[in-house]
């Protein structure tokens, strides 16, 4: 299933429903989330070791004058390319705001 996230704070029952294999990615404010130190690292690392991938958007992550570099390791920064490749590799989508 793919996740698609939109609001801070992230939440650790949204992340409970989420199984290995499923894909997430970071819309809007909830790039920040994946900032090294932010508050929500520690939900962000707890599904990436169940075996989910985490993903931002490349262009919010510019927006809000955030550096790829900065973003916990194992957060992949995409473009709206790549978030058409997981929409068709999934063909459950849940938006989350």
Request: net charge negative; charged share 20%; with cysteine.
């Amino acid at each position: 299933m793919l996740h698609l996230l939109s609001q801070l704070p992230l939440q650790a029952e949204v992340f409970a429903r989420m199984a290995p294999g499923d894909d997430i990615v970071l819309l809007d404010a909830t790039v920040c989330g994946a900032l090294r130190g932010h508050q929500d690292n520690r939900l962000l690392q707890q599904v990436m070791a169940r075996a989910c991938q985490v993903y931002a958007m490349r262009d919010m992550v510019e927006a809000y004058g955030l550096q790829a570099g900065r973003l916990l390791p194992g957060v992949e920064p995409i473009d709206y390319a790549g978030l058409v490749e997981l929409t068709v590799k999934h063909p459950a989508i849940h938006s989350w705001c």
